[in-house]
């Protein structure tokens, strides 16, 4: 669970990421992820012999022209069950891990986005997250008493990714994010995933089973653009508009439906809506749930 408890706005998320330590390097990706309780991660997920419980875990991308590193923390409810999971773990000569304390620190990569992270971490050079363009746009997400989300995405998305991205993903794929990223130009993109408290092996066995459709499970993702509203909000529009999708009225708010193929004869509904220079979407098996989480996004 991610905020403080008994604050009726989305202050909680960006006060509480704020408050999070990072190394202090120009970051490209930011996870955040935190449960109400510990964490439940299935052994079978980690190839261990025991289950491991964790308190919190953060992911950090960094990006250097065609070179990228992925790092993180791994946060334990006490020093001996990381320790305990620190001595279980293989030897990868692209992966570079550090145990202190209740923490276990990890490195993937090579270059200088991997040496940086290392240096930062061994260095014990951290700062509070004080990227206020990407705060104010997570400030934006749904948040109450009774919807909180578990986790938090925020990508800053640049050239440099898209060509990475290439490596990854088909063609068509990479033509339509580098359509979206030419013309929209996107600053920030934050996606929260809700509700507030998951529990992993359920969602294994729902993918597993293929009934992914069925759960609670909700993604809201927000974008804003370089460009002011003016120029965003009827673009969008238009595209929205031709690509079919049904338009409703929801009490203010005027939305897109559209449907997500999420393969196996299955599809997600989701809902679009544009504010300004920013767009918004929530993608839920659950409809109503993505409704009121979309009625909850602070505009």
């Not at 989300?149 to 925020?154: D, W």
């Not at 359509?179 to 809700?194: C, F, M, N, R």
């Not at 653009?225 to 929205?240: C, E, K, M």
């Not at 098996?285 to 996004?297: F, K, V």
């Amino acid at each position: 669970m991610i905020g403080s408890s008994g604050t009726e706005n989305s202050g909680g998320i960006a006060t509480t990421l704020a408050a999070t330590l990072v190394p202090d390097v120009n970051l490209d990706v930011y996870i955040y992820i935190k449960q109400l309780t510990c964490t439940t991660v299935p052994r079978n997920l980690i190839g261990l012999a025991i289950d491991i419980q964790i308190d919190s875990l953060a992911v950090w991308g960094v990006i250097n022209d065609d070179v990228y590193s992925i790092g993180g923390i791994l946060n334990f409810p006490n020093a001996s069950e990381a320790d305990n999971l620190f001595s279980q773990l293989p030897q990868q000569s692209d992966i570079w891990t550090k145990l202190v304390g209740s923490s276990i620190y990890v490195v993937h990569g090579s270059g200088v986005p991997a040496e940086n992270l290392k240096k930062a971490i061994n260095n014990n050079k951290f700062k509070h997250y004080d990227d206020s363009n990407a705060l104010g746009q997570v400030a934006a997400m749904p948040y109450s008493n009774s919807i909180k989300p578990v986790a938090i995405c925020i990508v800053r998305p640049s050239q440099a990714a898209i060509d990475i991205l290439k490596q990854y993903v088909d063609t068509k794929t990479v033509n339509t994010v580098q359509s979206i990223y030419t013309w929209a130009k996107p600053q920030i993109i934050v996606v929260g995933l809700y509700p507030e408290i998951v529990d992993i092996a359920d969602v294994e066995r729902e993918i597993k089973n293929k009934t992914l459709s069925d759960t609670d499970l909700c993604v809201v993702a927000s974008a804003n653009s370089v460009f002011p509203g003016f120029i965003v909000s009827p673009i969008v529009t238009r595209l929205l508009k031709n690509e079919g999708l049904t338009k409703i009225i929801f009490g203010d708010l005027t939305e897109y439906q559209a449907s997500i193929n999420i393969g196996n004869g299955q599809s997600i509904p989701a809902l679009l809506n544009v504010a300004g220079n920013r767009v918004f979407a929530t993608v839920s098996g659950n409809e109503p749930y993505a409704q009121t989480l979309m009625s909850n996004i602070n505009r």
